[in-house]
């Protein structure tokens, strides 16, 4: 996915290089599908991010072979190698196309996000999450 984002007025634009735009059209997308997908999709429902963990305990255990979940602002496509996002309202269009994470980034991801949901409610809470390595590729259709 190239990202078209603008410059922002903190982007040292003048000694921007190549690396940097690889590194921005690497990441964003993260923030743009996976941590708004469980921003919107889940929310603060500690009982639906159980049921989805279950899900992919079931896909990873091969008990089925695919699900798709939606919610108010993505459908999650899953397989047991990966999670496709789909616009819920928008579909596929060139602002929002379909964009394909591992699994393993999906899980990781959505396990964080239950544990910052039992984190006290700070300003100062703060929790980091490292996705594994995969040998997959991020993708975008």
């Known amino acids: 996915m190239l990202d078209v984002e603008p410059p922002r007025d903190d ?23 996976l941590l708004s997908a469980l921003n ?48 819920i309202i928008f579909g596929i269009c060139p602002e929002w196309p379909r964009w394909t994470c591992p699994m393993a980034h999906y899980k990781a991801a959505l396990k964080g996000w239950r544990q910052f949901l039992d984190m006290p409610e700070s300003i100062d809470s703060e929790l980091i999450i490292e996705l594994p390595e995969v040998n997959e590729k991020v993708s975008a259709d």
């Open 11 to 33: 982007w040292d634009v003048e000694n921007w290089t190549i690396d940097m735009t690889r590194e921005n059209s690497l990441t964003r997308p993260y923030s743009v599908y």
């Open 40 to 87: 919107t999709d889940y929310g603060n429902d500690k009982e639906c991010c159980d049921d989805v963990l279950n899900i992919i305990n079931r896909l990873e255990k091969g008990e089925i072979d695919y699900y798709e979940g939606g919610g108010q602002g993505f459908m999650h496509l899953m397989t047991p190698e990966s999670v496709t996002f789909e616009h």
